[in-house]
């Protein structure tokens, strides 16, 4: 074999050590729209966990003739008002590091809190970030769940301490909420416009992806995309 044809023959070996390597491995992408699932019951695949006190959530898959992909959505429905309450849907067998995660909710109901957020690099109930946004209180805010004590980290620019950003979040009404994780900057969006950026380093590794809510939240959930590797 001629020194051109050496060449050509290690072409596809190069490539496909470099797809193989972390930095050539491609994004995946998964939706879950609760449309195949059966109604009444959880979603398959999901853990379903708490952190805090009170109880575990109820979460099931159910109809709502108003969602964005119809005919289902999962909704948590427990109203358990129980303040540091926080149900999770956790989707296991997943492992992101850097993402881009949204999802679709409506707020039903709740006297304590009508809160709606995202999971991600979820080690276990009492360690991972969340960013909700909150009807009750109109406002959008990230934080770390560090061994069961929930810390609200600040944006950018912002004084440390804090308290996310005031945004109108209204009742009843399908709302978009995305985060993009590289590294250590984490970026929120709501409705598609960009809120706040925030910089941590509490959680470097890869975890699971999921949902939240808190205290007498029934929230319905609906398009849960994920994009990451």
Known sequence: MNTKENRTALIPILLAGFLMSGQGALAESKTWNFDKDKTQASPPGWLLEHTGRGTKGNWVVLADPSAPSQPNVLAQTSADNTSYRFPLAIVDNTSYKDLDMSVRFKTISGKEDQGA??????????????????????????????????IPIAPKGTAPGTYGVKHKIPGNTWIRLSLKVKGNLFEVSFN????????????????????????????????FTVEGK
């Not at 416009?193 to 609906?222: C, Q």
């Open 117 to 150: 957020g995202l999971v991600w690099r979820y080690r276990d109930a009492n360690n991972y970030y969340i960013v909700r946004a909150n009807a009750l209180e109109d406002n959008v805010v990230l934080y770390k769940v560090e061994n069961g004590k929930r």
């Open 192 to 223: 598609d416009k960009k809120l706040f950026e925030v910089e941590d380093t509490t959680f470097p590794d890869a975890g699971r992806v999921g949902l939240w809510t808190k205290a007498d939240s029934v929230i319905h959930f609906d398009d």
